[in-house]
């Protein structure tokens, strides 16, 4: 998974490039956390919990949100957004798979979130700036993301996700049956629930965002707990693996978004357990320790020397402090355990184009490509790509690479502007002669009903 070296510092990598993420004032916008292990495990958790919906779990998107309130909620399609606030302050994995099961029953409730009938329209661009803004921040361009997300997101916010009571309800139910038919225990929705218990109380301007836009009541809860506790898997402890896997995730979204000194107090020196390490050497990175968190790295490795995510670690450790040839090595090594991890392919490949050397270009090339094909939706190797097709005079394909990049960002006059650019130098009637013909006329459409404006995935 990715990485981190300074803080807010927009990473082209791993939590880094393979999470390309922006640290952004929480108090301004929030932002998208890409991460190969999180996505990894977010999807690893929920698909037994998707399966028992009779969902598909491929169709099902669940995101990261960089945002410190207790929060989770269901956007218009099958589009699951988790705060990493909840995931810091979920005790245990079935609490945070609680969540997911709550969640799922609003997807296959049909509770799908509409603007209220008094939303005035600054604030429907408000939301879409928030959701398709961090996508392009994710997707590798900060700048153009930053420019896509306005002011006033948390009011914005609370309007877009309320729930009628009748729905939280009915996904409450249903997410207890798909618990159970997961075969987990109820427990972790349970004490999810307990922890918000007292937020009813506050003032709305002190409460979570999970309250206000999941409205909790006494009967609400007590409903819930009736049906879970005639679960046969209500006392069943959490799967030992995936609490492993969780505190990681846990630990490592800690060392990235706390500050060095308030990890290191949840994490100090003498914890030596494997999450403990990990926080650390995200904290260390970012408070520019390379040496200790190279070491820290290391220790990781030398215990689990097959875990691609700690040698994913260590190469962006590497990339960072400009050891840039010294990292691919150790980018290949991760590939090797994790061959078609698509964030990893990424890193790798901008490590083999940094140093802007031809026998580095040709393998590159072979990286990002590959990148792309497990994932389209990676702007960043797009961008990648067409560097590395425009240093070997392949103008053809730059110009296709970067059509793909901005259509992925809904900027549609530049998406056609490069579309075209690639039709006129390409090979009629090849595959990406097609492909740049479908990218002009689905930007051309966007360009006539929306003036180019609309942003999108």
Known sequence: M?????????????????????AVNEAAAQSLLRDAEAEWFLREISTPILLAA??????????????????????????????????????????????????TGHISGGHLTRFSDNIQGANAISILSLVLGAAAIVAGSPDAGIGIIGGGQQAAVRNFLSY?????????????????????????????FDKLRDQEYLLS?????????????????????SRLEQSAYLDKP????????????????????????????IYPPSNTSIPARYARVYAYNKDLDWDKALAEADSLIAEVPDDPFFHEIKGQILFENGRVEESIPVFKKAIAIAPNQPLIL????HALAAPEKPEYDTEARKVLEKAV??????????????IIYGRSGNVALADLATAERYSMFGQAREAAYYANRAINKLDEGTPNWVRAQDILLYAQADIEENGGRRRRR
């Not at 799967?239 to 990890?263: I, S």
């Open 346 to 349: 990424t890193a790798l490949g």
């Open 373 to 386: 094909s497990v994932d389209r939706e990676n702007p960043f190797a797009w961008y990648q790509l067409a």
């Open 2 to 22: 990715p990485h981190i070296v300074r803080t807010f510092f927009v990473m082209a990598c791993a939590f880094w490039i393979s999470a390309q993420s922006l």
């Open 205 to 225: 301007v002190n409460q979570d965002p999970y309250v206000r836009s999941h409205p909790l009541t006494g009967d609400r809860i007590a409903r819930l707990e």
């Open 238 to 265: 959490p799967d030992p693996v995936h609490e492993y896997w969780f505190q990681r995730m846990k630990a490592k979204l800690a060392g990235f978004l706390n500050p060095p000194h308030a990890t290191l107090q």
């Open 54 to 103: 009779g969902l598909e779990p491929r169709a099902v998107n669940i995101y990261l949100i960089n945002d410190r309130s207790l929060n989770a909620f269901v956007s218009s399609g099958q589009n699951i957004f988790i705060h990493s606030g909840l995931v810091l302050a979920a005790d245990n994995v079935d609490e945070l798979i609680g969540v997911i099961a709550h969640e």
């Open 164 to 192: 009628n009571r009748v729905q939280e309800a009915s996904a409450d139910q249903a997410g207890a049956t798909f618990l159970e038919q997961a075969g987990v225990s109820g427990r972790g929705l349970i004490s999810f």
